[in-house]
């Protein structure tokens, strides 16, 4: 499985950006999809994820309301719709699957927030 990201960078306080991660491979066997990030000196954390089956989505609290994960199964893509960004959520985006038992990552998308 492989993993690419876009849709990063730069944007002001209070606006918006989408992130996709496109995979292909045997794409047929991912659980499921995550979207981390790691900030400068900090350590990397989970954002959101989506199960591939039933589509159940979870958030970290820091962007429930804020941010909002979905998926295109024909495009075999997953979305990170981020809004009312903050200079907190400034950070290297990561796209994560989970598929028999492995894990893959993508290769990080920067996003900015900043005036």
């Known amino acids: 499985v492989q993993l690419v990201e876009s849709g990063g960078g730069l944007v002001q306080p209070g606006g918006s950006l989408r992130l996709s991660c496109t995979a292909s491979?045997?794409?047929?066997?991912?659980?499921?999809m995550s979207w981390y990030r790691q900030a400068p000196g900090k350590e990397r954390e989970r954002v959101a994820r989506?199960?591939?089956?039933?589509?159940?989505?979870n958030y970290a609290d820091s962007v429930k309301g804020r941010f909002t994960i979905s998926r295109d199964n024909a495009k075999n893509t997953v979305y990170l719709q981020m809004n009312s960004l903050k200079p907190e959520d400034t950070a290297v985006y990561y796209c994560q699957a989970l598929a028999s038992g492995y894990v893959y990552w993508g290769q990080g998308t920067q996003v900015t927030v900043a005036s």
């Open positions: 491979g045997f794409t047929s066997i991912i659980y499921r």
């Open positions: 989506i199960t591939s089956g039933d589509g159940t989505t």
